[in-house]
């Protein structure tokens, strides 16, 4: 019928179009080689028929170019630099060279503009060979003098001109940029001479003494104090010398008869750790009998304050505290006080002043350590022990009387001593209920609890083995093919324990007999697998004793036991022979048909085409010497056989049955072949001359033969000669041949005929050689 025509695929562009008639194609708009070179169209020719039938055809259309693309230049203009030593750059900077590119039609120039690169071949020129000028003397620093210029016709950073002072000048400096020249700052270094513009100064404005007077016995009575007043003076050696002034008074008194003298020889003080800085902590007093300058009293600490926490009023003699005191550092301090009176040779006394430290309720309880990890087991009776918390208190007496108490915690089972610290057990403990406890404690003083510190006590329940594990199931069915390889897990048994931890983990063994069943199984997961070969024809029902334990050895009543019975499933197992070898005998002279041995094989498999076989050759034996009878198992000769040639044949018999995929069972069967008497013998000597005239019993030659035959078939040989013929004429011995085949051979002399025969026995073979006679020359 009539075909439509169509572009099935292909049209890149839509540049084809085909007639749907007639089938020509052309050409739908203007083909660009630079764009596309090939085109692949797959042409369909569709019948009209319903349903309508398509056959495809491809068609490659190759684009051909042709000249219509002018050359273009990667770039319009071009641009270049070259190095100015090449061209003298100072006169032009550029050059344009008009370039021109030419195809076998078309014609395209552009213009390529080459830059001068310029190098530094130019020294900068002053302006002027040199400045002369007029400048003031007290002009300020820093005022412009004047500005020198040059040029340098090198462009860029090759022109770029800079100044400096070549003979470097204190006075002047150069802008570097701009060249202008200012009056420089410059360093003077002044050396300070001495002058005497500083009189001598006195330590003091001025300066009192007592003197005392004493004219002896006069000494005891009262004198009126006479007091003079010197004015000093004291003058350096300068130019000009300079002088200070001051004035001495000194004050004529009695003698310093008296010792001052403290009313204890020990004083003693009490004050709390927490007393303020500043306070007085007493106020010691010593008295002089002297009068006047000589009773005057100075009072010092000499010893026992090097930390510096106490302070003496040196007049008053008031004692106050410097820096705060510390009970826990140090209970008691000892001072060495003196006491100096003012006399001209001044005497002094001492008093030990002992202060005594009082504690006050400032550290709270502190635990060490702040955390604690005890252990107790289960089941233990209410009262047991967990666990001993120390809390201690710098302070001490009634400031350290601390008491303990249970701040929180995630269970009323624990108490704590509140005065040992000491946590016990009160109630029953149940590892499967609950592992861990967490408690926080509080020490705090009494009765001052806003003084504590807390600690956190962990306590870890040790679980005991109270219950013994138990399967959920009190037998397991499970089947597996026979076929199934090592490894593939044939289910799952699984046993509970109550106990929690490791007291509550199960272990799973196969014990007894059950271990040689060809099953192992994981002691983790109780999952059991396949470690050994199965074969259901020879035990199809195996039941294994499997145990469910705890941790450690066995201790009676502590395990569980479950029977699992696995059903092994019927697999295509291959034949199997009643012997892996046979090894058998033939006569090498058996006839073709004859028998050599019969094979046997079995196939215990439950399903019927399993179970059916037929007997092979194997195919890697193609010799055709053997054949077998697929169904009787008998083996045969198929072609004659030949010890000499093959002495041992090895043919692997199979045993294939009619399973989906078959299995193949083999076994060798060894051919021996047997020697019969198959073999004539060979001399290895078949020619021998003699002289004729020689006498009778002149030995000719020695005969050897050999047989490839086996003993008995071997020899010993018989040598005979079974006749002879010696004709001088040719046709006599063409028209009388001799016996047994004689051959006509030409020998010097004459025509000879050579006759050979031999005959054989049932347990030799003789051949009779003619030796020919040699004439006498």
């Given at each position: 019928g009539p075909l439509s025509y169509y572009i099935a695929s292909?049209?890149?562009?839509?540049?084809?179009?085909?007639?749907?008639?007639?089938?020509?194609?052309?050409?739908?708009?203007?083909?660009?080689?630079?764009h596309i070179q090939k085109y692949v169209l797959w042409i369909e020719a569709r019948d009209q028929g319903f349903p309508p039938y398509s056959s495809y055809e491809k068609l490659e259309i190759t684009v051909l170019d042709v000249n219509d693309n002018h050359p273009v230049f990667e770039k319009d203009p071009f641009h270049a630099e070259i190095l100015e030593n090449l061209s003298p750059q100072e006169d032009t900077n550029h050059y344009i060279v008009k370039v021109a590119a030419h195809d076998s039609g078309w014609t395209v120039s552009t213009d390529v503009t080459v830059f001068i690169t310029d190098i530094n071949d130019n020294a900068p020129r002053f302006s002027r060979p040199s400045y002369y000028l007029d400048y003031p003397e007290l002009t300020e620093i820093g005022s412009l003098v004047t500005?020198?210029?040059?040029?340098?016709?090198?462009?860029?950073?090759?022109?770029k001109i800079f100044y400096f002072i070549r003979s470097q000048s204190e006075f002047f400096r150069i802008n570097s940029s701009t060249g202008e020249l200012f009056v420089n700052e410059t360093t003077v270094i002044v050396n300070i001479v001495d002058s005497n513009d500083n009189p001598p100064v006195f330590d003091l404005p001025g300066y009192f003494t007592p003197v005392t007077r004493n004219f002896g016995l006069n000494s005891e009575i009262d004198y009126a104090i006479t007091v003079f007043v010197i004015d000093v003076a004291a003058s350096d050696k300068?130019?000009?010398?300079?002088?200070?002034?001051?004035?001495?008074?000194?004050?004529?008194?009695?003698?310093n008869h008296h010792t001052p003298e403290f009313s204890q020889s020990q004083i003693s003080a009490t004050v709390p750790e927490s007393l303020a800085v500043g306070s007085v902590i007493r106020s010691l007093s010593a008295r002089d009998k002297d009068k006047e300058m000589n009773g005057v009293i100075t009072y010092n600490i000499t010893s026992g304050n090097e930390n510096g926490l106490f302070v003496l009023n040196g007049k008053t003699g008031s004692l106050t505290l410097a820096q705060p005191l510390d009970f826990e550092v140090k209970q008691q301090h000892e001072l060495r006080v003196s006491a100096t009176d003012g006399g001209w040779i001044a005497k002094t006394s001492y008093v030990t002043v002992a202060v005594h430290v009082t504690d006050v309720n400032d550290n709270p309880p502190i635990f060490n350590p702040d955390e604690y990890f005890p252990t107790v087991q289960e089941n233990v009776p209410s009262g047991t022990t967990v666990v001993k918390l120390n809390a201690t208190d710098r302070d001490s007496g009634a400031n350290a009387v601390m008491a303990y108490v249970?701040?929180?915690?995630?269970?009323?089972?624990f108490v704590i001593d509140p005065n040992s610290g000491t946590i016990t057990t009160q109630g029953f403990l149940d590892y499967e209920a609950k592992q861990v406890y967490h408690l926080t404690v509080k020490a705090f003083n009494v009765p001052d609890e806003e003084r504590c510190s807390f600690a956190n006590v962990n306590i870890q329940l040790k679980g005991a083995n109270e219950y013994v594990p138990r399967f959920v199931s009190k037998q397991y069915y499970f089947e597996i093919s026979e076929a199934a390889p090592k490894g593939t897990v044939v289910g799952e048994v699984f046993a509970s324990d109550r106990d929690q931890g490791d007291d509550g983990v199960v272990y799973y063994l196969i014990f007894g007999k059950s271990r040689k069943k060809g099953f192992g199984i994981n002691k983790m997961t109780g999952q059991i697998y396949v470690i050994g070969t199965l074969d259901r024809e020879k035990e199809e029902k195996i039941s294994l004793k499997v145990l469910a334990k705890n941790a450690g050895s066995i201790r009676g009543a502590d395990i569980d036991e479950v029977f699992v019975n696995i059903t092994i499933l019927d697999a295509n197992d291959p034949p199997v022979f009643t012997q892996e070898l046979y090894d058998v005998q033939v006569s090498e002279g058996l006839s073709p048909g004859g028998l050599v041995t019969f094979v046997s094989a079995e196939d215990s498999d439950s399903v019927p085409s399993w179970s059916r076989f037929s007997y092979s050759i194997a195919p890697d034996f193609d010799q055709n010497i053997f054949t077998i009878n697929p169904k009787t198992g008998q083996v045969s000769v198929a072609a004659e056989l030949d010890r000499e040639k093959t002495p041992v044949y090895n043919l692997t018999i199979l045993a294939v049955d009619t399973g989906t995929p078959p299995a193949t069972g083999s076994a060798t069967v060894i051919v021996n072949l047997e020697d019969i008497n198959d073999n004539g013998p060979t001399l290895s000597t078949v020619y021998a001359e003699v002289m004729e005239n020689q006498r009778a019993g002149t030995a000719v030659t020695t005969l050897s033969a050999s047989d490839p035959d086996l003993p008995p078939n071997q020899g010993p040989f018989l040598y005979s000669f079974t006749g002879m013929a010696c004709e001088r004429d040719i046709n006599e011995c063409l028209s009388n041949p001799c016996k047994n085949g004689a051959l006509c051979q030409n020998f010097p002399g004459g025509f000879n005929c050579l006759c050979k025969s031999g005959f054989a026995g049932t347990t030799h073979r003789a051949v009779t050689v003619y030796v020919w006679p040699h004439s006498h020359s």
């Open positions: 292909g049209n890149l562009d839509n540049a084809f179009h085909i007639d749907q008639l007639s089938g020509e194609l052309s050409i739908r708009h203007q083909l660009d080689y630079e500005q020198v210029s040059a040029a340098d016709p090198d462009e860029g950073f090759n022109g300068g130019n000009p010398p300079l002088s200070a002034k001051t004035t001495v008074r000194i004050a004529v008194t009695d003698e249970i701040q929180s915690s995630d269970s009323d089972l």
